[in-house]
């Protein structure tokens, strides 16, 4: 899920949220450029620039921009309303989820169309990624709440008796989410539940990559939520800069790792903890032995019917042996063929690409030489309507862009091996991914896949249904990220756990006070060895 990748050329047009004011700047006709980052380190905070594609053009009648000052004083207010307590109480944090249930349920139409502008994602997927999904997350926050926030008890020691011990979960303070533009109200309003359970005060950054759905967040934040806890600032790059030169308590990223390696350095500034969604080359090993029809339909839900494949979570990569490779491609021709019509670019039951920059980048990946002549099914394109068919590519070498970079669109390269075991060396010698997906009836393979395979996540036989679980964490490992969220995950990703023991003053031994006889020295270390017999026979010598 890529986010972070667009500059406003002049660091023009943003909308910045504060309690205080709501702005909106416009100059001089102008154009947003959507790139990608390059990095300097010329100063003690990385600077990002961009490489501009794709010509948005805007009014603009007067420069207002979201500097290091505007963010330094937004943090110092949320800081004050932290400490004020008003956010650290259950009534609130209900109060605030009830809005955004509210919001939900009366918005549902803005939204659809908010993201069919962004991304032309059709209604039913936009329901079911989208709205559904935060709905969801929002009635499950509301019913566990108080059951997350009660202190945990925990078992003391002989050595502390009596006594009694409990976890107590208390918010961190004043957090920072950076959503991304593919899955923008989700992957926006999903880490602010979990913000908002665990009673911290806000700052989300929505992408202006997805400036529809941008905007819609911050209209519908100021309208729902408590806007003196819970800030919505747009904007781009200088934006983004700008509050990354602020101490936070915690920042959740979703983007990629390049982008994500920014975020951490700022944070390692301010020793803020992180916790980094990104992404990677997904595999799915697809075994012989499994009902085909359902195996490739469910492909083609973990990866054209994801947003296009524009998703962290997408099917990258397939890996199956030579021998059945032949079969599984004719099975995904006669389902996409079933499910997108015979002209997959006229159908509008797929997303279309981003934008301009995103189309280029993906064309350039089928251009090159030794990519071109795999295609075995697909590669046609609009530029205009930005839409790509679904695109099979079979046996690409492995040191082309498309098999080195994930690809987030709608190519679906598939390698094969002798043996469906040699799968796990391919996906092995690669980062570890975000999720590992395996197709199989084969028992034995999927305990060695589960045991062997290194993954943020893992689903065997389906693709994508394991991030609708709210009892599993979502979250990679290595280049795919690092800590996780979702359900109670959120609560606890956005608190600190806090070690809380308490005591009487009677009894009191003095056997634990200097100074240290013999008969102290023997008690003391029966009592610490935890040995029934060796205490009894201490305490026997002590009277």
Same mark, same amino acid.
């Given at each position: ?209 997805? =400036?529809? !759905?941008?905007? %819609? @967040?911050?209209?519908?934040?100021? $309208?729902? *939520?408590?806007?003196?806890?819970? /800030? &919505?600032?747009?904007?781009?790059? =200088?934006? !983004?800069?700008? %509050? @990354?030169?602020?101490?936070?308590? $915690?920042? *959740?990223?979703?983007?990629?790792? /390049? &982008? ?10 301010? @020793? ?13 090993? &697809? ?257």
């Amino acid at each position: 899920m890529k986010g972070l990748c667009i500059q406003l050329s002049h660091h023009n047009s943003i909308l910045f949220h504060s309690r205080r004011s709501t702005r909106t700047a416009y100059k001089n006709p102008t154009k947003f450029s959507i790139p990608y980052f390059s990095v300097s380190s010329s100063s003690s905070f990385p600077k990002i620039s961009c490489i501009a594609s794709t010509p948005l053009t805007t009014e603009v009648e007067e420069k207002l921009t979201f500097d290091v000052d505007e963010a330094r004083l937004l943090v110092k207010e949320l800081q004050n309303v932290f400490k004020s307590g008003k956010t650290k109480s259950y009534e609130w944090r209900v109060s605030q989820l009830k809005s955004i249930a509210k919001m939900l349920e009366e918005r549902e139409k803005d939204i659809t169309e908010a993201l069919h502008k962004d991304l032309e994602k059709p209604e039913l997927e936009a329901f079911i990624s989208e709205i559904s999904t935060s709905k969801s997350s929002c009635q499950h926050a509301l019913q566990e709440l108080q059951h997350w926030m009660a202190p945990e008890k925990v078992k003391t020691s002989i050595t502390s008796y009596p006594s009694s011990a409990e976890i107590v979960s208390e918010p961190l303070g004043v957090v920072l989410v950076i959503s991304t533009w593919n899955f923008p109200f989700l992957l926006s309003l999903d880490p602010v539940i979990g913000a908002i359970s665990a009673g911290n005060a806000v700052v989300l950054k929505p992408s202006e990559v997805a =400036p529809g !759905t941008s905007s %819609l @967040l911050a209209r519908l934040f100021e $309208k729902y *939520l408590d806007n003196s806890a819970i /800030r &919505v600032v747009e904007g781009a790059v =200088p934006e !983004t800069t700008a %509050l @990354l030169e602020q101490k936070w308590n $915690k920042i *959740l990223y979703t983007g990629s790792a /390049r &982008v994500g390696r920014i975020v951490m350095a700022a944070a390692a500034k301010h @020793l803020t903890p992180v916790i980094l969604e990104l992404g990677g080359k997904c595999p799915a090993v &697809v075994d012989s032995n499994l009902n085909l029809q359902v195996a490739s339909r469910r492909i083609i839900a973990g990866k054209w019917a994801l947003n296009n494949g524009q998703a962290c979570i997408a099917i990258d990569y397939i890996i199956t042996t030579k021998d059945f490779a032949p079969t599984l491609i004719d099975s995904l021709r006669r389902e996409l063929e079933q499910s997108f019509g015979q002209n997959p670019l006229e159908t509008r039951d797929v997303s279309r690409i981003v934008n301009k920059y995103h189309f280029s980048r993906l064309l350039k990946l089928l251009d090159e030489d030794k990519v071109s002549d795999k295609i075995v099914l697909g590669g046609q394109s609009n530029e205009d309507q930005l839409r790509i068919a679904p695109t099979i590519l079979l046996d690409v070498p492995d040191d082309t862009e498309i098999m080195k970079e994930e690809i987030f669109g709608p190519f679906l390269p598939i390698v094969t091996v002798e043996k469906i075991e040699d799968s796990f060396d391919v996906i092995n010698s690669r980062p570890q991914p975000l999720v590992a997906y395996l197709f199989t009836n084969n028992d034995q393979l999927k305990k060695d896949y589960v045991q062997n395979v290194s993954s943020g996540g893992m689903l065997v036989n389906d693709t994508v249904l394991h991030v609708t679980v709210d009892g599993l964490p979502f979250g990679g490992v290595g280049e795919s990220g690092m800590g996780s969220y979702h359900g109670k995950f959120s609560f606890d990703g956005f608190s600190h756990k806090k070690s809380v023991m308490y005591r009487g003053f009677e009894p009191d031994a003095s056997v634990r006070y200097p100074p240290y006889t013999p008969q102290k020295q023997r008690l003391l270390k029966a009592l610490l060895s935890g040995k029934i017999l060796a205490i009894i026979q201490a305490l026997i010598g002590w009277f």
